[in-house]
T-cell receptor, first 113, second 114 residues
Framework: AQTVTQSQPEMSVQEAETVTLSCTYD???????LFWYKQPPSRQMILVIR????KQQNATENRFSVNFQKAAKSFSLKISDSQLGDAAMYFC??????????WGAGTKLIIKP | EAGVAQSPRYKIIEKRQSVAFWCNPI?????LYWYQQILGQGPKLLIQ????????DSQLPKDRFSAERLKGVDSTLKIQPAKLEDSAVYLC????????????FGPGTRLTVL
């Protein structure tokens, strides 16, 4: 069965610093999609960044970037210049050949002012 | 562009009562998803619609949960009768196509079963 593991239940970072959230997954497929979603407290889930497995280049969206290591089945999210508005639950998700999203348990990110 | 709409935002019921949630996806989105998110966990897919047909309902507890998508647009999710363990946030999401597209989420309905 395909699984997504986020080993850090909670992370904290000083405002303006950089933080990396970890995600590993298990699959036998070679073609798939990976996502990071953000869920602020009492607010809706929004997409942060996505990565196609066939692309070797790591995806980047402004202050958010990923380190995609296909052989290691690792997909970490780096947030640069952390801002108070980045405080949220971050979920890593994997889309399989059945097009279902398989989710990790999430990492709570705390930003210290 | 309007996002995914859900109502109600909050609902408190007693066990064995019934409840229904409503979702209006982004206009033109063919695929609609219902998720259950228990506190401290990632979302769990309950049912996926492609237009008004069910693609996947393998994790839907069919003895108490039902869902329909009217005319391939709005959808309702019903629980009858509710149990304490149904307390969760119910998320609706939609996507333009099913395979590679990003899912867009609504604000969710927080259900508390007493």
């Amino acid at each position: 069965a395909q699984t997504v593991t986020q080993s850090q239940p909670e992370m904290s970072v000083q405002e303006a610093e950089t933080v990396t959230l970890s995600c590993t997954y298990d699959t036998s497929e070679s073609d798939y999609y990976l996502f990071w979603y953000k869920q602020p407290p009492s607010r809706q889930m929004i997409l942060v960044i996505r990565q196609e497995a066939y692309k070797q280049q790591n995806a980047t969206e402004n202050r958010f970037s990923v380190n995609f290591q296909k052989a290691a089945k690792s997909f970490s999210l780096k947030i640069s210049d952390s801002q108070l508005g980045d405080a949220a639950m971050y979920f890593c998700a994997f889309k399989d050949s059945n097009y279902q999203l398989i989710w990790g348990a999430g990492t709570k990110l705390i930003i210290k002012p | 562009e309007a996002g995914v709409a859900q109502s109600p935002r909050y609902k408190i019921i007693e066990k064995r009562q019934s409840v229904a949630f409503w979702c209006n996806p982004i206009s033109g989105h063919a695929t609609l998803y219902w998720y259950q998110q228990i506190l401290g966990q990632g979302p769990k897919l309950l049912i996926q619609f492609q237009n008004n047909g069910v693609v996947d309902d393998s994790q839907l507890p069919k003895d108490r949960f039902s869902a329909e998508r009217l005319k391939g647009v709005d959808s309702t999710l019903k629980i009858q009768p509710a149990k304490l363990e149904d307390s969760a946030v119910y998320l609706c999401a939609s996507s333009l196509v099913v395979d590679t597209d990003t899912q867009y989420f609504g604000p969710g309905t927080r259900l508390t079963v007493l």
